[in-house]
């Protein structure tokens, strides 16, 4: 997530359905839209190297753990930039030899 900014998480849920967001100390409740979506916003945060869980609790509960509060950078751009070290010249070796273990990379389609 990232620092020093409020953070939006949002979803789709039932019409009406409560849904309570947790993270860091922080507790937010929304209720879901005709149309299934909701929205609450997190107050700003420090960085933290301490992994943290968010939870999202309605009918059903997602937990997602080892989340981290930092620099959040977004890509974008050629194709080139979908080809992973592995697949690099030396590109196992670096991976081996790497000590970041603060480092989060999300893909989406």
Not at 8 to 19: C, F, I, L, T
Not at 34 to 39: E, M, N, R, T, V
Not at 70 to 93: H, I, R, Y
């Amino acid at each position: 997530m990232q620092r020093d900014a409020p953070v939006p998480v949002w979803g789709r849920a039932d019409d009406g359905e409560n849904v309570t967001v947790e993270f860091a100390g922080q507790i937010r409740n929304a209720v879901a839209a005709a149309d299934g979506k909701w929205l609450v916003t997190l107050d700003p945060m420090s960085a933290s190297a301490e992994p943290r869980t968010l939870a999202l609790r309605g009918k059903k509960t997602l937990l997602i753990s080892d989340v981290l509060v930092g620099e959040v950078w977004l890509c974008g751009g050629q194709s080139n930039m979908e080809w992973s070290l592995e697949n690099s010249t030396g590109g196992p070796k670096a991976i081996a030899a790497a000590v970041n273990p603060l480092l989060r990379l999300a893909r989406v389609e």
